[in-house]
């Protein structure tokens, strides 16, 4: 199978910094993954308060017959056709907000539990675990006996226990 694209996954990067940068986007990040079923990658971006987010992947490449399997033809994809977008802003055909007006933003992150938030965690942990590890390793540091404070270990403990009644009633 050959590349369509020449260019590494790190050389579009650049690329999409400088067309984002064109677009006036701040924040944004992508991923990319390659695996023995194929390769998908992302572009999400924040722009006006919300979140928007352009995937390519070899199955959706195959249903549009371009046959694309590398990851680094996919994101290049991705980042060409973003910059397509921002020539077409630079030229003034359009603005940006009239572009994205027809592309659904994703919906907002659930707000994190206070629990969660205290123990540290920036995400909704995915097991208990998780939260098992990190109490463990909170406790270390905020036990008396190890010179701790004792209302700071009994919030830590009250936490806890919230946090993993929430992540029992997950799984």
């Not at 995400?123 to 701790?148: F, N």
């Amino acid at each position: 199978m050959k590349r369509q694209y020449s260019g590494s996954t790190d050389d579009f990067e650049k690329k999409l910094g400088r067309v984002m940068e064109r677009l006036g986007v701040k924040k944004y990040q992508s991923n990319w993954s390659q695996g023995k079923d194929g390769a998908s990658c992302f572009v999400e971006m924040v722009y006006g308060g919300k979140v928007y987010r352009f995937e390519n992947d070899s199955k959706k490449s195959a249903a549009c017959k371009r046959n694309l399997y590398f990851v680094s033809d996919l994101f290049a994809e991705v980042v060409y056709s973003l910059e397509g977008l921002a020539r077409a802003v630079e030229k003034g055909i359009f603005t940006l907000d009239m572009l994205l007006a027809g592309v659904p933003a994703l919906p907002a992150a659930p707000p994190l539990e206070p629990c969660f938030a205290a123990m540290g965690f920036s995400s909704m942990p995915s097991s208990e675990a998780e939260v098992k590890t990190q109490y463990k390793r909170l406790a270390k540091v905020l036990h008396p006996d190890v010179g701790g404070d004792e209302e700071a270990f009994r919030v830590l403990g009250q936490n806890y226990e919230a946090c993993m009644e929430i992540v029992r009633g997950k799984e």
